[in-house]
């Protein structure tokens, strides 16, 4: 460590001190804290099962940045770069559009064995991995629903694909011997204010009411929700908004997941936290 940072950090920690708080004691705490890093970030959620779909769901990235990993081999190499440098032992969040497999698989087809090599990684690396179905990017997303939707064809291939990341998740668990989080975000709403905006509410506490019907042991597995509260597209209403997920989580036992970037311009996460922790 530079002369420079040294210093800066013993000005930091009188500083914090000033008002009570023990940077080293709160260094300490941080190390035993797990980072999950988005496989995303290597790619621009294009992942690998379907490259050539384009990217939907409200999501404001290209896919197609400069030096972004094109295959799974070069993503882990990315991600094994990056954990070598990063200090304490994390874990990796995947997609289920980032599955390893040479099979034609739909999403709602994929199974542990899709993520073998990932786990082979993972124990090669000494880190936990996370899971999140994918609700995006699929013909099967086209009309801006998935889980809500009115159609039960649609509503029934995507509770699958919710049911399958579960048993993917168990999976990480079992292997790892480390819990996986399994964390659901849909993009599911209108640009428009639409007349009805409580029975695609209700269809979706059906649908992931059914997803978590098969009690699994939180030994191995544990489900988080995630609110949207707009994207591209989809500016006006989100059924799996905030409020509705925040309730959603506290009455099922579930975790409640905060994307710092979906807000509108005059709200701020901080907000969210300080409203809800207490």
């Not at 930091?12 to 705490?29: M, Q, S």
């Not at 400069?66 to 969040?93: C, F, M, N, Y």
């Not at 990341?165 to 640009?191: H, M, T």
């Not at 500016?235 to 975790?255: C, D, I, N, P, Q």
């Amino acid at each position: 460590m530079s002369e420079h940072v040294i210093k800066a950090y013993e000005l930091a920690k009188e500083k914090y001190a000033e008002i009570g708080v023990d940077t080293e004691e709160a260094l300490n705490a941080l190390k035993k804290i797990k980072l999950s890093i988005h496989c995303w970030q290597g790619d621009d959620v294009l992942g690998f099962l379907f490259p050539d779909q384009d990217l939907t769901g409200g999501i404001s990235v290209s896919g197609n940045y400069p030096g972004k990993a094109r295959t799974v081999d070069e993503l882990r190499k990315d991600l094994s770069k990056a954990l070598s440098v990063i200090p304490g032992k994390h874990k990796v969040q995947l997609h289920s559009i980032y599955a390893d497999t040479d099979e034609k698989v739909d999403l709602n087809e994929l199974a542990p064995r899709h993520f073998q090599s990932w786990v082979d990684w993972a124990k090669e690396e000494g880190v936990g991995l996370d899971m999140n179905g994918t609700f995006f990017s699929h013909p099967k997303s086209a009309s801006g629903f998935t889980l809500s939707s009115a159609d039960k064809e649609i509503r029934d291939f995507w509770i699958e694909v919710g049911k399958g990341s579960r048993k993917i998740a168990e999976y990480f668990g079992k292997e790892l011997g480390q819990q996986s989080v399994n964390n659901f975000w849909i993009p599911d709403g209108y640009k428009d204010n639409p007349i009805d905006k409580l029975a695609p509410r209700q269809r979706l506490i059906e649908s992931l009411d059914e997803i978590m019907k098969e009690k699994i042991s939180e030994n191995y597995t544990i489900e988080a929700v995630e609110g949207k509260l707009f994207g591209t597209g989809v500016e006006s209403y989100t059924v799996g908004s905030h409020e509705f997920y925040e309730a959603y989580a506290l009455t099922r036992g579930k975790l409640w997941t905060i994307d710092a970037g979906h807000f509108h311009p005059t709200e701020d996460v901080s907000d969210k936290f300080s409203a809800f922790l207490p």
